[in-house]
């Protein structure tokens, strides 16, 4: 049945505006008076600035509703073919300016609001950004959500609607402190709940063999729990096309039915207790990146919301006329690392113990739905559950897995005939010691495609964790290289800049970002280069006022902006750049008169709770912070800033006034990295090694527009096989013993040498991340950083000419590769009758 049929707005289009279409200020503005009188419920003059903001926001969520519903409408269509990307992390950022883009209602809305008297930046800087995750991965998927809109593909996302995300960071004392997110606490108008979509979901318990009415054996899962997952809908918007996607996130809760079950035999604490089990589940969002822990929290997250996504998923497709059989038709189901691969087992599950399918049937179809996105190479980041816990928590998938991994190993027997290491690797359950569910071999085993999100990172998944899979099937490996959104990264981030290049070449390249390449031509005009100029310095210019209020600390908006954002790890290696600051002001401790260029160095990012040595690398920070920022002789060429609570809204204020970009991994750790993508988009030169994506954008930009430094790869490989020994290096690099002997006498630690002892004890003897290795590299490259920057006219032309060129990084081009390579799904334009009718 088609539930839009018989609307009434479709079969009586608005011909004249109305408040909840209109777009003319007149009409926008009545809009906005509508929503605070009749959604707030306040008068004007009780209004806070957030109800202002929400009413706002309420205006334009009925300016995208006709085409969100006319896309929803297309996912029933029978052939319709449906991106669908579980992830566990969706970290979107705010939402109002980047729908105004995209509706191309920015102009109009800022009218309006301004003849309300109000100011447009207030409201918009008002809005809690969803921060629905860690990292570069929830915000990859967020840009490919934005993308598959506007490459007008139909696509749901389904994720979790964590009560808490990433926390909010606070600074005290140079430390980090972590508050609880409370995003939701005055209300979300992005959302729609959806109870009548709501699922079930098993948990614990056992399972038992019977028999079935047609005389089949079959088994049935006896849980212990019970819970409800209710959808959360929100739209995202394609840059002025109509297709409106949905990202479905899920909220648990108790099922009333069960509790009362409980009650009813007296038990109401335990029925309270299972209530709040229930809630917990989707409470809150695990804060660590790069680093698991078999929680078992954990474990029910994953499985919740796939196993509601894989549900809701086969009632649409038996709801657009479909048999099961040809679910692998309908949608394509992308696996945002392995945090969803339980979804290989759940779907066998669904399939064989609730819709009576085959084994042999359930597995074809399974294995030609899933593909898999592999994140990163770090071993302590490989899922891996212990069977126990695995067992009790999905007695019934632990079973499905045993019978996945009996029938695969026998195809393997074949193909390494007596090769029992091949077996023992491969085997989705790791037997070595205490016994484990290894998630990356379910996701290959399960998946018809496999990719690495940049091309060293893709090369090294084959040759080293999952070189095993690729001997036994190389065809499913390939390569995307990641990509960001350019609307969110430089037309909302960047207004200024925006305008400029569209100025010039006009503003194709917002879809078609290789257009600037329309640039290039500009890059040796002295006009355009002095604009270009201007505008960087003005976007500094309210960064520096933005450092101020924020840390009091007083930067120099002409000095060369150094930046390092991202989450903090040892293998991103802040401590490295800790140790060039520490360089440059020993410097000028011996020759307080020496000329060298003013920088600003600016840091930010979160730490996970629970590491230890990423935290006390934030206090390394702040403490030489504290002291280089306030030593007279350094007469304020050096300014060191690290700013609290990095996330997606200060990122689109930091990117655009950074010069330099800081991206110094160790060779061969950094997946793909995206914030180098955003960093050059908008004119800053990279500063990085031959690691992840900084391959692909140095290949882009020319090497002669990039500083490269340090040990490559392979070259880390051999020095850690030959027996690296930091010490060596220490002892035999006067410059760095300095440094470090700085450190260890308490200079930046108001005498206290036990403060960072930890820091240098690690970096002396084990540097697992060959920070000492590479000092010296990285001095000298910042040297020629430092001589470059003196010639601002040629500095410019590198920065116009890096923008120019980062039309590959475009989160366009990934997904339109991954349409094309892995999921084979078309675009398909979304007509809206009301406003097509309208136009007639
Ligand atoms: C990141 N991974 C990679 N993981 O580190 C980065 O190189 C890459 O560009 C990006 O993915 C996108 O491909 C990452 O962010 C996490 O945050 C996980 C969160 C959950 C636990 C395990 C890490």
């Known amino acids: 049945a088609d539930p839009l049929a018989n609307d009434p707005l479709a079969n009586c289009p608005i011909t004249i505006e109305d408040d909840r279409t209109g777009l003319s200020v007149e009409t926008l503005r009545r809009a906005l008076a509508d929503h605070l009188y009749y959604i707030q419920g306040k008068l004007p003059e009780h209004a806070s600035k957030n109800d202002f903001y929400l009413a706002l926001a309420f205006v334009v969520r009925d300016r995208l509703m006709p085409r969100w519903l006319y896309s929803k409408k297309n996912y029933l269509q029978p052939d319709t073919r449906i991106v669908s990307?579980?992830?566990?992390?969706?970290?979107?950022?705010?939402?109002?300016?980047?729908?105004?883009?995209?509706?191309?209602?920015?102009?109009?809305?800022?009218?309006a609001v301004q003849e309300s008297n109000l100011d447009y930046q207030v409201l918009i800087d008002q809005e809690e950004e969803p921060g629905l995750g860690n990292g570069g991965l929830g915000r990859l998927a967020a840009c490919y959500m934005d993308s598959l809109s506007s490459l007008e593909i139909p696509a749901l996302g389904y994720g979790i609607r964590y009560?808490?995300?990433?926390?909010?960071?606070?600074?005290?004392?140079?430390?980090?402190?972590?508050?609880?997110?409370?995003?939701?606490?005055?209300?979300?108008?992005?959302?729609?709940?959806?109870?009548?979509f709501a699922v079930t979901v098993k948990l614990g318990g056992h399972t038992e063999p019977y028999v079935d009415n047609q005389g089949q054996y079959k088994v049935r899962w006896v849980p212990a729990q019970i819970v409800k997952g209710i959808p959360y809908d929100t739209p995202i918007t394609g840059y002025k096309v109509n297709t409106v996607n949905t990202l479905r996130l899920w909220k648990s809760e108790a099922p009333e039915s069960f509790d009362f079950q409980v009650f009813n035999v007296g038990d109401y604490y335990g029925a309270v207790d299972q209530k709040i089990v229930s809630e917990n589940i989707s409470k809150v969002l695990y804060p660590n990146d790069e680093q698991v822990q078999g929680k078992e929290l954990r474990l029910m997250q994953q499985f919740f919301f796939v196993s509601c996504a894989l549900q809701d998923m086969i009632r649409i497709h038996l709801t657009s006329g479909r048999r099961l059989n040809t679910f692998h038709e309908k949608f394509a189901v992308q696996l945002n690392d392995t945090h969803p691969a339980i979804g290989v087992a759940e779907l066998m599950r669904l399939l064989i113990d609730e819709h009576d399918m085959a084994w042999d049937t359930a597995?074809?179809?399974?294995?030609?739905?899933?593909?898999?996105?592999?994140?990163?190479?770090?071993?302590?980041?490989?899922?891996?559950?212990?069977?126990?816990?695995?067992?009790?928590?999905?007695?019934?998938?632990?079973?499905?897995?045993?019978?996945?991994?009996?029938?695969?190993?026998?195809?393997?027997?074949?193909?390494?005939?007596?090769?029992?290491?091949?077996?023992?690797r491969l085997s989705l359950i790791d037997e070595s010691g205490h016994r484990s569910v290894r998630m990356a071999n379910l996701a290959c085993v399960g998946s018809y495609s496999i990719n690495g999100v940049a091309a060293l990172h893709t090369e090294l998944v084959k040759s080293t964790i999952l070189k095993d899979f690729y001997e036994l099937s190389p065809e499913k490996f390939n390569n995307k290289t990641n990509g960001v959104t350019p609307r969110r990264w430089m037309v909302q981030a960047n207004p200024r800049l925006t305008n400029l290049i569209s100025s010039k070449i006009g503003d194709n390249w917002i879809k078609h970002l290789h257009e600037l390449k329309g640039l290039e031509q500009y890059a040796d005009d002295p006009g355009f280069r002095h604009e270009w100029r201007q505008i960087k310095l003005s976007i500094k210019r309210d960064l520096a006022e933005h450092i101020q209020r924020r840390t009091g600390i007083t930067v120099n908006p002409e000095s060369m902006f150094d930046v390092l954002v991202k989450r903090i790890h040892e293998y991103k290696r802040q401590h490295l750049k800790v140790l060039h600051i520490i360089t440059l002001y020993n410097r000028i401790k011996a020759n307080p008169d020496i000329d060298l260029t003013p920088r600003t160095f600016i840091f930010g990012g979160k730490a996970a709770p629970g590491y230890a040595m990423a935290k006390l690398m934030i206090k390394f920070v702040t403490s030489v912070g504290d002291v280089v920022n306030n030593d007279p002789d350094v007469r304020d060429r050096l300014k060191v800033v690290f700013l609290p609570d990095y996330n997606v809204t200060f990122g689109q204020r930091v990117y655009p006034a950074a010069e330099l970009s800081e991206q110094i991994s160790t060779a061969g750790k950094e997946a793909s990295g995206t914030g180098n993508m955003k960093f050059s988009m908008n004119g800053a030169l990279t500063i990085g090694t031959l690691d992840g994506a900084n391959i692909e954008i140095r290949e882009e930009v020319g090497a002669e527009n990039f500083f490269l430094f340090g040990l490559k790869t392979p070259e880390v490989q051999e020095l850690k096989a030959n027996g690296y020994n930091p010490w060596d290096y220490y002892d035999s690099n006067e410059t760095l013993k300095a440094v470090l002997d700085l450190v260890a006498h308490g200079h930046f630690s108001?005498?206290?040498?036990?403060?960072?002892?930890?820091?240098?004890?690690?970096?002396?003897?084990?540097d697992p991340f060959v920070v000492l290795a590479d000092y010296q590299a990285y001095i000298d490259c910042q040297d020629q950083v430092d001589q470059a920057y003196r010639d601002q006219d040629n500095w410019t032309r590198m920065s116009i000419l890096n923008a120019a060129r980062t039309g590959k990084f475009s989160s366009d081009r990934s997904i339109?590769?991954?349409?094309?390579?892995?999921?084979?799904?078309?675009?398909?334009?979304v007509t809206v009758p009301i406003y097509d009718q309208a136009q007639a």
């Open 85 to 111: 990307y579980l992830s566990a992390e969706f970290l979107l950022g705010p939402h109002l300016e980047n729908n105004l883009i995209n509706l191309d209602i920015q102009d109009e809305v800022r009218q």
């Open 163 to 196: 009560e808490f995300g990433i926390f909010d960071q606070d600074i005290r004392d140079g430390w980090q402190v972590e508050m609880t997110d409370k995003w939701l606490q005055f209300g979300n108008p992005w959302e729609i709940a959806r109870p009548s």
């Open 363 to 424: 597995w074809d179809v399974t294995s030609r739905s899933f593909a898999f996105t592999n994140h990163t190479l770090l071993p302590e980041a490989l899922e891996k559950w212990s069977v126990d816990l695995f067992g009790r928590i999905l007695p019934r998938h632990l079973e499905i897995i045993y019978e996945i991994n009996r029938r695969f190993l026998d195809q393997v027997r074949v193909k390494f005939m007596g090769d029992e290491g091949h077996l023992e």
């Open 750 to 766: 108001h005498g206290d040498p036990e403060l960072f002892r930890p820091l240098l004890d690690n970096l002396l003897h084990h």
């Open 816 to 829: 339109s590769e991954y349409c094309e390579d892995i999921w084979k799904v078309k675009p398909l334009p």
